[in-house]
């Protein structure tokens, strides 16, 4: 039994986490939500030279060849400090996408400049509101040229490539949806960032007018691969989910201990320790479930749909459940601009929707639980 | 990461998986897979005897007490080792609900408090299951508020040295069947309540104590109340010093709360085995979207416990300390059985009334709504949980206690005049 991290990969996430706190402290946070910077380009390359952008990415193509573990502790550290960079985007989900489905020369052309940090990837998924589902998806692909709106794209301005869903010719792709690859810099894209309740982390509009697409992988694997690659992207954002759970429960445990009312401190009065105590069994429970996904993810288990959902439900339930909980602990103070509390309810609720919603992962959750206790078809 | 044992875990299971094929009583795991809380579910023959007897086997062979030292009748086994047996044992643990309190709570006190001479005496029959004990502590005014209590111990006027009690205890499980208990008493009302305990042994057939049952919400009676008239203990059966005895309440406290809560089980499950099972609208209540949402969030309180027990096993197998993430345990499990019960019901309709072997799940769900009131305030109420969550793992500052430097006396009783 080893439900737990390694002595290196401990290693790692002490070396990230005084990284981060010495190049992404709030103030750079608030920098990003509050100016027209895509991103801090600054931590992106520091992150790029520390080398973990290619943990997961095989060192023919650039990475360290290290594994997903190693992403876990990454996405862990960056959610505790809400680092206004797009790893999520570019590393866990359009590298893991280029990887998974990619040709040879797909593979080369992208990889080594994703690990690197010298090129951003996204994912271009959604186009309306509601669950992004196969027939939800109208961007289309004719003769090579891409057409559609994708909307909301995380990251969409400082993308250099990205994957996009889109119907493909008819009878080809698995219900009518596949991937292709788009380089964002040639003639057809248009982009614009859009407001969010979340802007330390980007959202944008991409258009699509005739760009040029070529398929990323089997039409009829694509839409298999996007769940797949959703599934892995999940154990990781879950990580993000609890780091940031852990630090908005810290801020909180620290401001009941400081903050004096009626001759005591806050911390002392039963409603508010009441008030901490649960969520620090929020946050215990979703370090938990998230532990089950590192596992499955890191050892390609046919579990990973389980324990990807398990993780990624009991991770928003957590640190929604802290942020904003973590305001109520402030009291007026936390309503302010100057407090941070408001950057962890923030990304809490915008992480919340990444990768679809907790009622689309809850449906995701049980539904996968009855084909995993349904007897195997003979 | 990996779910796999070392190859010394994996030998010690072959070893116990082996022993427990040829020794357990197979002829009653019918019985013993329908078990409740603190039941075995045995029915066909007399329960306490098939403890007693698959007790007396264990310890043989070592594994009534694992990691108890050889000397006082354990097995001198590892945490781990431990771990690996209870996994093991499945549902033959429930053979032990007799046990439970003597070997989760007394005893550990015993042997950080007693003599040697005593620890050699009375440890080996509560291991071998010959001799079951109680939880001598809650009173009608002193439950949460354990310290309050006010069972009076005082030295016997025949210059003896033994000590004479008065007082009543109450929410004793087992005391009707045991025969030693473990008695927390004030002897001292002068000084602040917490300084003025003393705790004892006693024999429960020490004349002067009266056992009576309880009748509980749910119609059960696994509680007793204990009256203690003018009942004589000798001076020898003293666990600590005098106005010791909040101190070595707490070495029992802290064994209960890690007992109970490593054990326990949200019932998850057969909740999605009962959904499975139902249908609304002619369709299956699993495509219910509501359903699926109430489900997954039982769902992840479940494997969160799963995991965070994992957590625990895997630093044991590195020969560390688990963290106090397992803290949680109890709170988490207390509340969501009760949740899954009353969702269960829901789910039934207007036949969810209903008890009795006869409806859905065997009646399972009704009578763990019954009874999951107990759960959450037995062995530290909720409430007290959370609070040692916030004051040991978050570091937050006690409640103000306006009683704390107050002689016991003077402690107002009455909250409306």
Not at chain 1, 21 to 44: F, Q
Not at chain 1, 49 to 56: D, I, K, S, W
Not at chain 2, 47 to 62: L, S, V
Not at chain 2, 85 to 90: I, L, P
């Amino acid at each position: 039994m080893n439900l737990d991290f390694s002595d290196d990969q401990k290693l790692l996430r002490d070396q990230l986490r005084r990284f981060l706190a010495d190049n992404c402290p709030p103030s750079k946070v608030r920098t990003i939500l509050e100016g027209p910077e895509a991103y801090d380009r600054e931590l992106y390359r520091g992150l790029a030279e520390l080398g973990v952008l290619g943990a997961a990415i095989p060192e023919a193509y650039g990475g360290v060849g290290l594994g997903r573990l190693e992403l876990c502790v990454l996405a862990e550290e960056l959610g505790r400090v809400l680092a206004p960079v797009p790893v999520a985007s570019s590393i866990y989900l359009a590298a893991e996408f280029i990887l998974t489905a990619g040709s040879e020369a797909q593979k080369s052309a992208w990889l080594p400049k994703l690990a690197s940090g010298e090129a951003v990837g996204t994912f271009a998924f959604a186009e309306k509101p509601g669950r992004v589902t196969p027939g939800a998806i109208q961007a289309r692909v004719e003769g090579g040229q891409l057409r559609g709106v994708k909307v909301p794209v995380a990251d969409a301005e400082a993308a250099h490539v990205a994957v996009v869903a889109a119907r493909a010719q008819a009878g080809e792709a698995a219900r009518g949806v596949g991937l292709f690859l788009v380089d964002l810099s040639g003639p057809g894209v248009s982009r614009e960032t859009l407001s969010s309740i979340d802007p330390s982390r980007k959202q944008g509009r991409i258009t699509f007018d005739g760009a040029v697409a070529e398929p990323l992988g089997a039409p009829s694997q694509g839409w298999s691969t996007i769940e797949h690659v959703l599934d892995q992207a999940a154990v990781l954002i879950a990580f993000e989910q609890v780091g940031g759970a852990d630090r908005a429960l810290e801020m909180g445990r620290d401001y009941a201990l400081d903050r004096m009312a009626f001759g005591r401190p806050i911390g002392s009065f039963q409603a508010i320790k009441h008030m901490l105590a649960d969520m620090y069994v929020s946050a215990t429970l979703a370090r938990s479930n998230a532990y089950y996904g590192a596992w499955a993810l890191s050892t390609d288990s046919a579990e990973l749909p389980v324990a990807a959902a398990t993780a990624r439900v009991s991770a928003t339930q957590a640190f929604q459940h802290c942020a904003k909980n973590n305001i109520q602990v402030h009291g007026g103070m936390g309503f302010t601009w100057a407090f941070d509390c408001h950057l962890y309810y923030r990304r809490s609720n915008a992480l919340a929707l990444a990768l679809g919603s907790q009622s689309e992962w809850e449906d995701h959750l049980i539904e996968r639980l009855r084909r995993q206790n349904a007897p195997a078809a003979a | 990461m990996n779910f796999d044992d070392t190859p010394e875990e994996a030998a010690f299971r072959a070893k116990v998986r082996a022993w427990i094929d040829a020794n357990a009583p197979t002829e009653l795991l019918p019985e013993l897979k329908t078990a409740r809380i603190g039941t075995s579910g045995v029915t066909s023959v007399d329960p306490m005897a098939a403890g007693k007897a698959w007790q007396q086997k264990k310890q043989q062979a070592g594994y009534a007490a694992l990691n108890w030292p050889k000397e006082y009748g354990g097995g001198g086994f590892s945490p781990i080792e431990r771990v690996i047996w209870s996994q093991e044992e499945g549902p033959y643990a429930a053979l032990g609900a007799p046990f439970t309190i003597g070997f989760g709570m007394c005893g550990p006190t015993v042997m950080a408090w007693a003599t040697e001479d005593q620890k050699r005496e009375l440890l080996p029959p509560l291991v071998r299951g010959e001799q079951i004990w109680c939880q001598l502590f809650s009173e009608p005014a002193g439950g949460s508020d354990l310290a309050g209590l006010r069972t009076r111990a005082e030295k016997a006027a025949d210059g003896s040295g033994d000590w004479i009690v008065n007082g009543q205890k109450i929410w004793t499980s087992g005391a009707q069947h045991s025969d030693w208990g473990l008695l927390i008493s004030r002897t001292d009302p002068n000084v602040p309540k917490h300084k003025g305990l003393t705790m004892f042994f006693l024999s429960m057939k020490t004349p002067g104590v009266e056992i009576r049952p309880i009748k509980q919400a749910n119609g059960d009676h696994g509680f007793n109340e204990v009256y203690f008239t003018d009942v004589r203990i000798p001076d020898a059966q003293r666990l600590g010093a005098v106005g010791q005895g909040w101190e070595v309440s707490l070495t029992t406290l802290m064994n209960e709360r890690m007992s109970i809560g490593s054990s326990m089980s949200t019932g998850f499950p057969e909740l999605f085995a009962l959904v499975e099972s139902l249908e609304i609208d002619g369709r299956p209540a699993l495509d219910d979207s509501r359903v699926r949402s109430r489900l997954a969030s039982f769902a992840v309180r479940s494997s969160g416990l799963k995991y965070t027990g994992m957590r625990a096993i895997t630093a044991l197998s590195k020969g560390g300390i688990p963290g106090p993430e397992n803290s949680i345990g109890k709170l988490v499990a207390g509340s969501a059985m009760q949740e899954a019960a009353m969702f269960a019901l829901e789910l039934e309709g207007e036949a969810g009334v209903l008890t009795g072997p006869d409806v859905q799940a065997g009646g399972r769900f009704q009578e763990v709504l019954m009874r999951s009131p107990a759960t959450r305030i037995e062995g530290g109420s909720d409430e007290i949980l959370r609070n040692i969550i916030a004051e040991r793992v978050l570091g937050l500052p006690q409640d103000i206690r306006v009683d704390k430097n107050v002689p016991f006396k003077d402690i107002p009783t009455r909250g409306r005049g």
